[in-house]
T-cell receptor
């Protein structure tokens, strides 16, 4: 069965510092991997996704993530964060076709301080 | 504007009083899904629908019903709400029912059951 573990529930960081949000997954088959962001009082929106091919995936707002199959990880990174990046970030994994199920991690709250 | 809308956004009700949360998308998406978000648990899928008149249970379907009579609408019904259904609910849609699809989320409905 699939599962997703986000290793940090909260990550405080100063503005312009780099950040890494960690995500590990488990699955017995090939998966698709996603990072979604939830700004306060809003729904989730896609940051980036890995389907196949290059293991380094670039997304919106300067974020990128690297798929590491051997470590079953999909960590999210940004070299320099802004106050506006304060949000909750969700890692998600899905597999299969036809009525797919997406499993979300518990979320990581990124708090960017001035 | 392409969007997923939910109504109401906020709802306070009492135990046992039937309620419906509506969800509508204007993107002609085939796949729609309902999630609930609880602190520390991330998003958990309640029900999903691959197309009109095709629905199936997600991970936490107990106490909920859905219907898909039209492609654009996917209402969530709580026939007899209980306090453990107090949560933040999200509707989502995607173009197809394959694992690699991006899901588009509504703004959420915050439900309090007294």
């Amino acid at each position: 069965a699939q599962s997703v573990t986000q290793l940090d529930s909260q990550v405080p960081v100063f503005e312009e510092a780099p950040v890494e949000l960690r995500c590990n997954y488990s699955s017995s088959v090939s998966v698709y991997l996603f990072w979604y962001v939830q700004y306060p009082n809003q729904g989730l929106q896609l940051l980036l996704k890995y389907l196949s091919g290059s293991t380094l995936v670039k997304g919106i707002n300067g974020f990128e993530a690297e798929f590491n199959k051997s470590q079953t990880s999909f960590h999210l990174r940004k070299p320099s964060v802004h106050i506006s990046d304060t949000a909750e970030y969700f890692c998600a994994v899905s597999e299969g076709t036809g009525g797919f199920k997406t499993i979300f991690g518990a979320g990581t709250r990124l708090f960017v301080k001035a | 504007e392409a969007q997923v809308t939910q109504n109401p956004r906020y709802l306070i009700t009492v135990t046992g009083k039937k309620l419906t949360v509506t969800c509508s998308q204007n993107m002609n998406h085939e796949y729609m899904s309902w999630y609930r978000q609880d602190p520390g648990l991330g998003l958990r899928q309640i029900y999903y629908s691959m197309n009109v008149e095709v629905t199936d249970k997600g991970d936490v379907p107990e106490g909920y019903k859905v219907s898909r009579k039209e492609k654009r609408n996917f209402p969530l019904i709580l026939e007899s709400p209980s306090p453990n259904q107090t949560s933040l609910y999200f509707c989502a849609s995607s173009l197809g029912s394959f694992g690699q699809e991006t899901q588009y989320f509504g703004p959420g409905t915050r439900l309090l059951v007294l």
